[in-house]
């Protein structure tokens, strides 16, 4: 093949997708029956709406110290599932990267247990836990923690195969035991893409853990769920706008603290 | 008895295609021995079959008196123990400090507790300071390791080996990747590792006019068999020919020849 037919060949290429990326709008839009151009015309409308029901009065930051309350019980309790999640995560990281892995079945047994708690979306973990812990905080918090486990577990995997192999097998033939290499060569030189994890997961807990609220009836997301249902769209605001200015404090904290590490 | 006995070694990483195939040599005590040859004739898989790094299909390793391939798993690590390995790419862990990569060297003697928790003695930290400065990096003994030159994370890569007091040394090409002068250097401390040290080393090379300078024995492989074996005196055109195959093509080889 030559350069001409190589580019002639891209451009086909190029279009083909272009008109299959339109097709498929357009087939998906007619057999939903959705309009998209209706939609878009009522924006300005759902806008307007927002913007004067949506506000912070005076009335609704009486209320403020029962939603800091609520939202420190969901920062605390994202926290606790991320890093017992974390714990579980890193050993069966271990089992399941290629360059610590001790054996074939535990690595299969690892990336299933990853796959399986990453796949099913934290809310149906909540829906699943719930009939048998009911509605209580341990509920949202062990739904966070097996999304936690199955986000982290591929994660630090990906993480291990890619920062240590050499290291690893220069200790191995120094005949260092196996924790001895996973303590000193895999976990020094993967430390800082963990914690970059960590970090990552703890700002996705949080803002799972206010949808997973409602669900459980725990958290601030109890308190929007408990406005919002009373129509008390002030209170709505003011919760929705502190767990925004929760999310972008622990967003620029972390990623100080990624800045200082690495 | 030799100190390393190779007897009709073969290792295949699939079944259509042997890495090595028939090999037969031995090693003394104090030798300083080469082992040259074109890419993928098998002279990393060769080093990585004496420390069990890499199963052994066929034929057998005996180390100091003992038979690599039938070792356990806590036999196999006490004999890695006395088995120093130096690498290309040096293989150190870059964000740990020189002085901490040095000692890692130690974790062999050490339980995994003490290990994990960096326990070492007195001894151990003067002989890992004694052995920066001899190795001339004594000063960069605190800087994180990806701070260093090639060369010097190379001499940091000898000082682990070396502290493992080992029998024998490894080194898998360990000047591949380093410039003329860094090679020099390189290749001057392993000399003098055996030398000094009456310590065994077999060097993987690439750059034949630097086997003949440093080494008393040459062993050349081509397709995982020994197309020579010899003081390295007696190593000739003829037989570098044989080695990489024949002279009329440009091989990189040739190439790397005229750079030396």
Redesign the interface.
Known sequence: MNEKTMKASRKWQTLFFVVLIFGMTLASSAITEFNIFHGLATLPKAGAWIFSNLLITQESLERLPTILEKLLETILMSIAATTTGTAVAFFLSLMGSKTTGTSRALGVFARFVASVSRNIPVVAWALILLLSFGQNSMTGYLALFVGSVGFLTRAFIESIDEASQSAVEALRATGATYFQIVFKAVVPQCLPQMISWILFMIETNIRSATLVGILTGTGIGYAFDLYYKTLNYNAVALVTFSIIIAVIVIELMSNYIRKVII | MSLLQIKDLGKSYNSDSKVLQGLNFEVEAGEFLSVIGPSGAGKSTLLRCI?R?VEIDEGKVVFDGQDVGALNKKEL?????T???I?Q?Y??????SVIENVL??R??Y?T?IQ??L?RFNEAEKEHAFFLLKKLGIEEHAYKRCDQLSGGQQQRV?IA??LI?EPKIVLCDEPIASLDPNASKVIMDHLKSITQELGITCIVNLHQVEIAKDYSDRIIGLNKGGIVFDGPSYRLHRSHTDLIYGTQSKATPEIRELIMV
Do not use: A, D, E, Y
């Open positions: 420390n790094m690590r006490k004999v890695r123990t088995i120093g390995m690498f790419h293989n150190l862990v870059p964000r740990l890692h060297g974790f062999g050490k995994t290990g994990i960096g890569g682990r080996s493992q």
